[in-house]
Nanobody
Framework: QVELVESGGGSLQTGGSLRLSCSAS????????MGWFRQAPGKERERVAT????????GTDYADSVKGRFTISARGKMLYLQMSDLKPEDSAVYYC???????????????????WGQGTQVTVSS
């Protein structure tokens, strides 16, 4: 079992930066893949960034809409999302998610993740 708790959301203006944090419990095998997802009102949840927590150099992946602006990282039982040059379209509830070692090693291709946090709101105003 994995519990995930996000923090760091807030309201800010276009062009600002924010770092989201996710504190995770549970063993390493249950957190093999971790990621950030977001959902805006009236829209489907979308993948933002994923990371494979085995330390692989090629273990991160980003949605095209955030490439070059967001950076995902993991250290111990913490997951981070550094967001810069934020835009109003980045406004959403951001969720931290984790999935176990079973399944594709390409974390961004996994259809769903087993464990989810409660989410943290990010609001970007123009």
């Amino acid at each position: 079992q994995v519990e995930l708790v996000e923090s760091g959301g807030g309201s800010l203006q276009t062009g600002g930066s924010l770092r989201l944090s996710c504190s995770a419990s549970g063993d390493t095998y249950s957190r093999y893949c971790m990621g950030w997802f977001r959902q805006a009102p009236g829209k489907e949840r979308e993948r933002v960034a994923t990371i494979r927590t085995d330390g692989s150099d090629d273990g991160t992946d980003y949605a095209d809409s955030v490439k070059g602006r967001f950076t995902i990282s993991a250290r111990g039982k913490m997951l981070y999302l550094q967001m810069s040059d934020l835009k109003p379209e980045d406004s959403a509830v951001y969720y931290c998610a984790a999935d176990g070692v079973s399944g594709s090693y390409r974390c961004h291709l996994r259809g769903d993740y087993a464990y989810w946090g409660q989410g943290t709101q990010v609001t970007v105003s123009s």
